[in-house]
């Protein structure tokens, strides 16, 4: 074959695949909506360009196969019914024969033969179609077609021609070839180790960034320091100096920040994949297979977009294939069963795909049958896999592994073995050569759930970043069903409780800030952000206080010592360097019940201090003397949280920037809620004018950072809380 | 011409036996130096008292800043940062201890090597300073200690607590567990 030809095959071969996907989807899509708008303008324009690119390069065959598929579909188009089914059927048979040629042309391996497909279209087509045949087909390469009676077998092997040479209809002109260097399939071959090599020096790039970003921060402290001396004229020369210094650290800092995030992209681009691509496929699947055995099966999908290293995804195509065929096979009941049981006749199959750090989960299952175990046993001992006396011990989770080992897995198994279960071991060594396992759930009559999870150190996750507080948090977008904002009209406040009407339907509301700890709940305001979050089929609205936008984030597990916090999945790194904490849907949904049970009366305590290692030390005493803490890292956003919230006693820091702790306390006094509350300052001066200031400005108590033991802290905020209520 | 030993002729036998053991001396080993006789560590201040940790566990020390706090931590855990790609727990070293007084608030952290595989960072009034303690007086300090700190009295009265990081953080997670 032409070199020319070869390379330029490679690229149809991807290109066409593609199509093949969307006309895939489109041809479905019409089998239940009538045969109109842009699903049918996808499925002809699919068709067409898989004509007039197998056209251009000189396969004349490909051509007119594509073009008979288009003399049965174009014909229905804005018919108000729904693409027959014998139609569907036809077409997307054709179209898997269409494609297992492309492929074999470019492999130059056997082809497969076109004629029974071409005699099937010919049996659907509608009759109208002579017309469309006539005007768009003889003359159409200008060799005439195949007839169906012609098998493929015959059929010429494909012309060596350059593209060039290649003739197309002056009448209906085919679309724009790919773009060159796609159609070229210019490409290295570039091993992991050298992608991953790579990821670690933008890793690299964007801790200098960081650090070019500290030294511009430290070179503006000593242009404030310089304009402190009062020296003004003296070093107006360095000062511009500095400053013309500062402005380039600066503007550095965000070509660097803008190279790591294009190069991280361009990386994630090479590296990883949206694994809809493997998911997609599945619903193709399934339709074939309910046709094939009178099932009928609804295929949902969650976490499509979640992007994962190419190699993983290549390897899942076939435990996934197994699994899905395997539930709808065995899983799901008949129609005629399930409306019997009380089920809809539509069986539910669901996919659901989630990261947690570096830890895929991909959920298989199925509202039908469950596993049962009777069959299983009575496999188990057919094939002598288990002793009787081994099996009559096992429990019920051991019965079900059983159907992963090889003996259940043989084609003639599957037919004497009406369980399910068939073929397992090949899904569990595929996801076991990935590092992974597999475990499954089955409750009889209600279904049967598989989880493969599996190591993913490469792979990113959408995520919808929210601000609470003064804290950066990510809610998987896979959670997120959609996003609104509170009005009051539609919120229904009881006295333990908020719920929202939303679409109908009353939602517990909870406020992120209370979820996590951060303060006490507070009824959303008007306008405030309301996510509508669904996991493990709970709904929940939960109010933040600003959604800054989705972002794709490859999320990394956490460190050992918080690992095992129930509320994080894990932390990505922003664009900016900065870490943020991924939420846990799971944990979300569930908060509901736990602030339910946790509504025993505790005493609360404020502490406002902008030092986040004096924050932890105040909250460790204080925590340890019962005290329920909540911290705030300035005065404005203490004064916040005291609006919404009555705490016992407020410890405060004196030397914090914006608002000291003497001008807090006085604002604190000022306010008719707050005017009684104990407020102890905390200062890392030994002062008596520091203590006499406080006092005057109406705090009960001082103490120094040195005198912060635990003991002694407690017992000084014991005190203070004694002296206003012997006050009062 | 063959050399001969100096024959040890017309001394007394006392001088005699003080140059033999002379002689052993100087064809023994040569001594340790000062500098193999200590333990180098970096020395920080914990409010009002010294502490210190052995210099081979200390990674960096790195300004405390970029450390995202983590809600519903333990209290002893500040927040976590990146340390050179790795995700790190910062914790309160004042907080580990039980909860010291502190003279100035934390701007450093101190990322160490426990010894368990992962780093953590430590937080610590100011940048420490490499000394060295003498051999000796950690070993003896060390067998005297049931805990994670080691008292040393170093002469002048000046007393030092040596961290073991291994056995601060085991009794972290046994704290933790209760």
Not at chain 1, 313 to 325: C, D, F, S, T
Not at chain 2, 1 to 14: N, V
Not at chain 2, 57 to 73: F, W
């Amino acid at each position: 074959m032409d070199p020319l030809l070869e390379q330029l095959l490679a690229g149809f071969v991807d290109e066409s695949q593609e199509i093949y996907e969307r006309v895939t989807r489109s041809l479905m899509e019409l089998e239940k909506s009538p045969a109109q708008g842009p699903s049918f303008d996808e499925l002809a324009r699919g068709l067409h360009t898989l004509k007039g690119s197998a056209a251009t390069l000189g396969l004349e065959e490909l051509a007119d196969f594509a073009h008979r598929m288009e003399d049965v579909i174009l014909p229905l188009r804005g018919s108000a019914k729904p693409l027959p089914a014998a139609v569907a059927d036809a077409v997307l048979k054709s179209l898997d024969v269409w494609m297992a040629r492309l492929r074999a042309i470019a492999a130059k391996g056997e082809l497969p033969e076109l004629g029974p497909s071409l005699l099937l279209l010919e049996k659907v087509k509608p009759a109208s179609a002579g017309t469309a045949k006539k005007k768009n087909g003889a003359g159409k390469n200008g060799k005439g077609r195949t007839a169906p009676e012609m098998p493929a077998a015959s059929a010429p092997p494909p012309p060596e021609v350059a593209p060039a040479q290649a003739s197309t209809s002056a009448a209906e002109p085919a679309p724009a070839p790919a773009a060159p260097d796609e159609a070229q399939g210019d490409s290295w071959r570039v091993t992991t180790r050298q992608v991953i090599a790579l990821l670690h020096e933008v890793e690299r790039l964007r801790e200098v960034r960081l650090r070019v970003e500290e030294r511009r921060r430290e070179l503006e402290k000593a242009i404030l320091q310089l304009d402190r001396l009062g020296i003004q004229a003296e070093t107006a020369e360095a000062r511009a100096l500095l400053l013309g210094v500062r402005r380039s650290l600066g503007a550095d800092g965000e070509e660097a920040a803008d190279i790591v995030v294009s190069m991280e992209e361009g990386l994630k681009a090479i590296s990883t994949m949206p694994v809809r691509t493997v998911l997609d496929p599945l619903r193709r699947a399934v339709r074939d297979l309910c046709k094939a055995t009178g099932k009928q099966a609804k295929l949902a999908v969650v976490g499509a977009e979640v992007s994962l290293d190419r190699r993983v995804i290549e390897q899942l195509r076939g435990p996934l294939i197994h699994l899905v065929r395997n539930a709808v096979d065995h899983g799901l009941e008949m129609p005629e069963v399930r409306e019997a049981s009380g089920k809809h006749p539509e069986g539910a199959l669901t996919i659901r795909v989630e990261q947690q750090g570096n830890m895929l989960f991909i959920e298989v299952g199925d509202d039908g049958a469950g596993l049962d175990l009777e069959q299983i046993r009575e496999a188990a001992l057919r094939r002598a896999l288990v002793a009787p006396e081994e099996l009559a011990n096992m429990s019920t989770q051991q019965l079900h592994q059983l159907i992963f080992r090889p003996g259940f897995s043989t084609r003639t198994e599957a037919t004497e073995f009406s369980g399910r279960g068939v073929g397992l071991d090949v899904v569990r060594n595929q996801i076991q050569a990935l590092q992974g396992h597999v475990e499954v759930q089955s409750v009889a009559g209600q279904g049967a759930r598989f989880v493969l999870t599996l190591p993913a150190d490469l792979g990113s996750s959408p995520v919808l970043v929210v601000r609470c507080g003064e804290h950066q948090l990510g809610v998987p977008m896979a959670a997120v069903e959609s996003s609104r904002a509170a009005r009051s009209k539609d919120l229904r406040v009881g006295r333990s409780r908020v719920q929202l009407d939303h679409r109908e339907q009353l939602i517990p509301v909870q406020d992120l800030g209370a979820v996590v700890g951060l303060r006490q709940p507070e009824v959303p305001a008007d306008g405030q952000p309301l996510l509508i979050l669904q996991a493990q089929g709970r709904r929940l609205a939960l109010s933040v206080d600003e959604v800054l936008g989705d972002r794709e984030l490859v999320i990394r597990p956490l460190p050992a010592d918080v690992r095992e916090l129930p509320a994080y999945q894990g932390a990505a790194t922003l664009a900016r360097g900065e870490l943020v904490l991924i939420l846990r849907p799971d944990f979300l949904v569930s908060s509901e019940r736990r602030a339910e049970s946790g509504l025993a009366s505790t005493r609360r305590a404020l502490v406002v201090d902008d030092s986040l290692t004096a924050r932890a030390l105040h909250r460790t005493a204080l925590e340890t003397g019962g005290y329920l803490v909540h911290t705030a890292s300035n005065g404005r956003q203490a004064l916040e949280q005291l609006r919404h919230s009555a705490y016992d006693v407020m410890v405060c820091d004196i030397g914090m920037d914006e608002m000291d702790g003497y001008e807090l306390t006085a604002a604190v006094r000022q306010r008719a809620e707050t005017d009684s509350m104990p407020i102890l300052l905390v200062s890392a001066r030994d002062s008596d004018s520091d203590r006499q200031r406080g006092m005057a400005v109406g705090a009960d108590g001082f103490l120094t950072k040195k005198e912060c033991v635990s003991g002694r802290l407690l017992s000084e905020v014991s005190t203070v809380i004694s002296r206003r209520k012997g006050a009062a | 011409m063959k050399l001969r030993a100096r024959e040890l002729d017309g001394f007394t036998p006392e001088v005699e036996e003080l140059l033999v053991r002379r002689a052993e001396r100087v064809r023994r080993k040569p001594a340790e130096t000062d500098e193999e006789n200590v333990l180098w560590v970096a020395e920080f201040p914990v409010g009002e008292e010294t502490y210190a940790l052995p210099l081979e566990t200390l990674r960096a020390a790195v300004p405390l800043k970029m450390v995202t706090a983590v809600p519903l931590s333990p209290p002893h855990v500040i927040g976590i940062l990146r340390f050179q790609g790795q995700i790190v727990t910062a914790l309160s070293l004042a907080s580990l201890l039980g909860g010291r007084g502190w003279r100035e608030d934390p701007a450093v952290l101190l990322v160490v090597d426990p010894g368990f595989g992962r780093l953590v960072a430590l937080d610590c009034e100011r940048i420490p300073k490499p000394s060295g303690l003498p051999h000796a007086l950690v070993e003896e300090a060390r067998a005297r200690s049931t805990g994670a700190i080691s008292e040393i009295t170093l002469p002048g009265m000046r007393q030092v607590n040596l961290l073991d990081l291994l056995r601060l953080m085991d009794r972290r997670h046994a704290q933790e567990k209760r």
